[in-house]
């Protein structure tokens, strides 16, 4: 345990992946998180069964890594421990094909507190709910642990029927290889309204909708397209690889003078704070949640709309054109697979 943060990270120490020896641990859904999650358990030595649908593509690859695959419901009538790691938008659905198999004392774990925080699944009493959530995509979770490194993570419980909830959360934190990197406690309600607030605002929706504008002004300014691509779009990853990195004033530091003044002094114009705090509204009092959960039920007919206009926005065409002339191309696509989840 270290005290020089605010909150408590644990670490190795910490955590005690034995504490797990008298479980199995069904990981439904073989994704990004999932292959990873039971992958690294069961290096760990954990017990650890897989659940997938009988269509299931990822069975093949499942079981060709020597794990065991089952149904999503045998799998989770079997275990001790059921770890939802399909997206969370199919989660309600695959909830209730397995919530027979949940019995008192088991284990609901998930990587990100959406259904539960919202009421989209309602567990019963006497098992305890969980969440596990590396900071991190799966193939980094994966990839650092083959290199005996891990990616930070968090911890949160939400229902503690067995008083064993926090020690059996480290101890998964550590067989996932979390607890090498530092891994914090947190609530569900917080996990969901900073990760949501954070791809919304500022990640997904605000990076992206600035870069757009920057673009926009220049080209209806009369600049080249494949100008204001460079300016706005691609050194936008130069700058935070060195925030990183550095921080803001690593960065600052990188620039030069000039850019580092306009940047000071002209950066706060852009930004909408009650734009902002509008957002973050949306998302604690539940309308985002249930716009999301309505548009997904009507088969989403809004998320195509935004999808299909992003995609016909002249900044794409422009930068597929650019990024297959230059030779950091390869390197774009690598890219796009460690995009925040
Ligand atoms: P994913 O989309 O990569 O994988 C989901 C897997 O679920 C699929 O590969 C498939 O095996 C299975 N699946 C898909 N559709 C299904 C269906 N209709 N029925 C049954 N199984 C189905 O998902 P992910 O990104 O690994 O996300 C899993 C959980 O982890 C989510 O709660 C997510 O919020 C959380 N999380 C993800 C990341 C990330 O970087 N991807 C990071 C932290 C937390
Ligand atoms: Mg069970
Ligand atoms: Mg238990
Ligand atoms: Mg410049
Ligand atoms: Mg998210």
Not at 170 to 176: C, D, H, M, N, R
Not at 246 to 266: F, I
Not at 281 to 304: C, D, H, L, M
Request: charged share 30%; glycine share 10%.
């Amino acid at each position: 345990m270290s005290d020089e943060f605010t909150t408590t990270v644990y670490y190795d120490e910490d955590a005690d992946v034995s504490t797990l020896d008298d479980e199995t641990v069904a990981v439904l859904g073989y994704g990004s998180q999932g292959h990873a999650h039971a992958l690294n358990l069961h290096e760990s030595g954990v017990d650890v069964v897989v659940g997938l649908r009988e269509d299931s593509s990822s069975r093949a690859d499942a079981e060709d890594a020597g794990l065991r695959v089952e149904a999503p419901d045998v799998a989770a009538a079997e275990a001790d421990r059921v770890v939802m790691l399909v997206p969370d938008t199919v989660q309600p659905y695959v909830y209730e094909a397995i919530e027979d198999g949940l019995d008192a004392g088991d284990t609901l774990q998930f990587a990100h507190g959406f259904n539960i925080h919202y009421g989209q699944i309602e567990p019963p009493e006497d098992v305890d709910v969980t969440m596990v959530a590396p900071k991190s995509p799966g193939h980094l979770v994966r990839r650092t642990y083959e290199r005996g490194e891990g990616t930070p993570g968090l911890i949160a419980v939400y229902q503690d029927a067995t008083g064993d909830a926090k020690e059996e959360s480290l101890a998964y934190a550590k067989g996932i290889g979390c607890t090498r990197a530092g891994v914090i406690e947190t609530t569900f309600q917080e996990e969901v309204e900073t990760d949501l607030f954070g791809e919304q605002a500022v990640l997904c929706g605000g990076v992206t909708e600035m870069v757009k504008a920057g673009f926009e002004t220049l080209v209806d300014a009369g600049y080249a397209p494949e100008m204001a691509y460079f300016e706005c779009l691609n050194e936008l990853k130069l700058i935070v690889d060195l925030m990183y990195e550095g921080g803001h004033m690593g960065m600052w530091n990188s620039v030069s003078d000039t850019a580092e003044y306009g940047g000071l002094t002209r950066g706060e114009e852009v930004i909408d704070r009650e734009g902002m705090e509008k957002i973050l509204e949306e998302v604690q009092n539940g309308e985002f949640a249930r716009e999301w959960i309505n548009e997904n039920q009507a088969n989403r007919p809004a998320y195509k709309q935004y999808r299909d206009a992003e995609q016909n926005h002249q900044i794409e065409e422009v930068g597929g054109r650019l990024r297959e002339l230059f030779a950091w191309g390869e390197d774009a696509d690598a890219q796009k697979e460690e995009a925040p989840a």
